[in-house]
């Protein structure tokens, strides 16, 4: 598969705390993107890193990407409640398909 | 308005019977995707479609059809609907190398 897989599957921290989750994959890419998703809505597109980049970041989000060891990481620093949701890792290997892992949830408690 | 809208929000249907779900873009993007929601599962690829006229299979496309005459317009399909494919539905859409604008979803039981 070429689905990329979310650790921890979910996470629960207090206001104001870092979260970080974190995706592996298992063969080479050419993108990575993140998502979040809010409960019963569609997902919204985070960030998107290409293989030749190390690290990006867009407002409180941190990503990183590690192609040696097939690895990405989300940081969302300073935490809100508004945080709250699932966030999810999808990777294409060519071309603009890309497939998605199965999700970490984030409950961030007020 | 400017955005990606599916149709319909909700839909029960019975086994057998055939379904169509709409997808509508206006960004004209060169890309548009299906995909399936299910616990566990995350999200799967139904089928996708580089252009107009162009689509192609994703992971788990058995059951469904689509059709993209249209750049705006990518609907999809269930020929004969099973129990299995009760699910949440996701349109998206988006330009080469862009990230994906999703729809709001149609949540799809088959009884």
């Known amino acids: 598969s070429q689905q990329g897989e979310e650790d921890p599957q979910a996470l629960s921290i207090q206001e104001g705390e870092n979260a970080t989750m974190n995706c592996s994959y298992k063969t080479s890419i050419n993108n990575l993107q993140w998502y979040r998703q809010n409960s019963g809505r569609g997902l919204v597109h985070l960030i998107l890193?290409?293989?030749?980049?190390r690290e990006k970041h867009s407002g409180r989000l941190r990503v990183t990407l590690d192609t040696s060891k097939k690895s990405s990481s989300l940081l969302i620093t300073a935490s809100r409640a508004a945080d709250t949701a699932s966030y999810f890792c999808?990777?294409?290997?060519?071309?603009?398909?890309?497939?998605f892992g199965t999700g970490t949830s984030l409950t961030v408690i007020p | 308005d400017a955005g990606i809208t599916q149709s319909p929000r909700y839909k029960i249907t019975e086994t057998g019977r055939q379904v169509t779900l709409m997808c509508h873009q206006t960004?004209?993007?060169?890309?548009m995707f299906w995909y399936r929601q299910d616990l566990g599962h995350g999200l799967r690829l139904i089928y996708y479609s580089a252009a107009a006229d162009i689509t192609d299979k994703g992971e788990v496309p058995d059951g469904y059809v689509v059709s993209r005459s249209k750049t705006e317009n990518f609907p999809l399909t269930l020929e004969s609907a099973t129990r299995s494919q009760t699910s949440v539905y996701f349109c998206a859409s988006s330009g080469t190398g862009e990230g994906y604008t999703f729809g709001s979803g149609t949540r799809l039981t088959v009884v």
């Open positions: 890193i290409r293989s030749n980049e």
């Open positions: 999808a990777t294409a290997r060519t071309g603009n398909q890309f497939y």
């Open positions: 960004w004209s993007h060169s890309y």
